[in-house]
């Protein structure tokens, strides 16, 4: 058990759909970033949050966005689903801002319809 | 842009035995990390381990080392004496350092299937 928690383990939704995932970090990191892991797309990273701020930005769609909350736990926002979006998405924390050791959530298993 | 190849979809290698799994990139930068995930039939995505491009010693953690070459990018991955618990998924990264716009690059390779023969 890695302390990172995300909810909710499985998520069923139709196109056109918004949802949110939500992801605890272990306690006292600050850091929080999300990843997407798909067939088609592989495993890529999306968004970074350090202390509340966004610190990094990768592939991550328009449709799609998130925060940390100022309690550290993060949401992950998807609007206007596609089938292409049915993907794992894990969360990960870690310490510190920099390239330390993140500890992975379970992840969350989307589904579009 | 940065790119990570693992040209190995799938490999083998038997108990106690020593494997290799191979990582290239492509950048232009000369400050990056570059890290290794192993993530298992569960899905838990965990780090193997980590090297700084600024660090001429490989990175070693108990049976996994790896061989850094960054004339020729490459990140290779040994595991002595594998183990059954072993067998997962293997996906080389490559991290940026952090841009003057305060913003990095992090990319994943397609991963390399390791199975472990008993």
């Known amino acids: 058990d890695s302390g990172v928690t995300q909810t909710p383990k499985h998520l069923i939704t139709a196109t056109g759909q918004r949802v949110t995932l939500r992801c605890s970090p272990r306690?006292?990191?600050?850091?929080v970033y999300w990843y997407q892991q798909s067939l088609d797309q592989g495993l890529q990273f999306l968004i970074h949050y350090y202390n509340g701020e966004e610190r990094a930005k990768g592939n991550i769609l328009e449709r799609f966005s998130a925060q940390q909350f100022p309690d550290l736990h993060s949401e992950l926002n998807l609007s206007s689903l596609e089938l292409g979006d049915s993907a794992l998405y894990f969360c990960?924390?870690?310490?510190?801002?920099?390239?330390?050791?993140?500890?992975f959530g379970p992840g969350t298993r989307l589904t579009v319809t | 842009a940065q790119t990570v190849t693992q040209s190995q979809p799938e490999m083998s290698v038997q108990e106690a035995e020593t494997v290799t799994l191979s990582c290239t990139y492509d950048?232009?930068?000369?400050?990056?990390?570059l890290f290794w995930y192993k993530q298992p039939p569960s899905r838990q995505m965990i780090l193997v381990i980590r090297q700084e491009a600024y660090k001429q010693q490989n990175a070693t953690e108990n049976r996994f080392s790896v061989n850094f070459q960054k004339a020729a990018k490459s990140f290779s991955l040994k595991i002595s004496d594998s183990q059954l618990g072993d067998a997962a998924m293997y996906f080389c990264?490559?991290?940026?350092?952090?841009?003057?716009?305060?913003?990095?690059?992090?990319?994943f390779g397609t991963g390399t299937r390791l199975k472990v023969l008993a």
């Open positions: 950048t232009s930068e000369s400050d990056y990390y």
């Open positions: 990264a490559y991290r940026s350092a952090f841009a003057t716009s305060g913003t990095y690059k992090y990319i």
């Open positions: 306690s006292g990191d600050l850091s």
């Open positions: 990960a924390s870690s310490a510190g801002g920099g390239p330390t050791e993140q500890y």
